[in-house]
């Protein structure tokens, strides 16, 4: 994610993704840079900046590169001033959707006692967002056959829309939908018994 905050007249330069960084970029009067930043869950891409001087790789976290300075010249930027700088940029930035997947005992809609447990931090988590944008959908392995199959699928994303209802029935948009054994997590053959793609994936937005 490319963003950058406008203070002078400076060009912002081509800037490109290799991985789903965050990358921040700052134009001003006295210095222009880019910083690189971690995700949220500490993942980090890297990203390559070209200017005039050359490319420029960060890999790092916090590593930045001035824009008008030596290419493959990187520096570190406090957490302070990515604040004082990147704060407000930051901070009006739309949260990342959040993916959560449940599973099931197979041939049938009743979620394991382990995605069972995982349901109160679904819902904090949709709480926590206002306005929430919930996407349920549902699959199955490919044990039986299709029609079977999308009918089950079908049944396990209501099951679980049904639990957020009961525990939230201002939950916000929820969208339901089935996909039967067409979207398979774990590729297998036709008749096979594979627990993780007995799920509903849940997306929190």
Do not use: W
């Not at 041939?107 to 447990?117: C, I, N, V």
């Not at 525990?167 to 594979?194: F, Q, R, W, Y």
Request: proline share 5%; net charge negative.
């Amino acid at each position: 994610m490319a963003k950058h905050n406008k203070t002078g007249t400076a060009a912002f330069p081509s800037l490109r993704a290799i991985c789903l960084p965050l990358a921040l970029g700052l134009s001003g009067c006295s210095q222009s840079y880019v910083v690189l930043l971690a995700e949220d869950d500490g993942s980090l891409g890297k990203v390559e900046v070209t200017t005039q001087q050359g490319t420029t790789l960060l890999e790092n976290n916090r590593d930045a590169v001035n824009f008008k300075g030596e290419a493959g010249k990187t520096f570190a930027v406090s957490e302070q001033r990515i604040k004082e700088d990147f704060g407000a940029a930051m901070a009006a930035s739309p949260e990342k959707p959040r993916p959560f997947y449940l599973y099931f005992e197979g041939g049938t809609a009743t979620l394991t006692a382990e995605s069972m447990a995982d349901i109160p931090e679904i819902i904090a988590e949709i709480k926590r967002r206002p306005a929430a944008d919930i996407s349920i959908i549902g699959h199955t392995d490919t044990v039986g056959d299709e029609q079977t199959n999308a009918r089950l699928s079908l049944e396990r994303a209501k099951s679980v829309a049904a639990l957020f209802a009961e525990a939230m029935p201002d939950a916000g948009k929820v969208t339901v939908d089935s996909h039967g054994e067409k979207n398979l997590l774990i590729a297998t053959p036709d008749n096979t018994d594979e627990p993780k793609n007995r799920r509903v994936e849940v997306t929190v937005r």
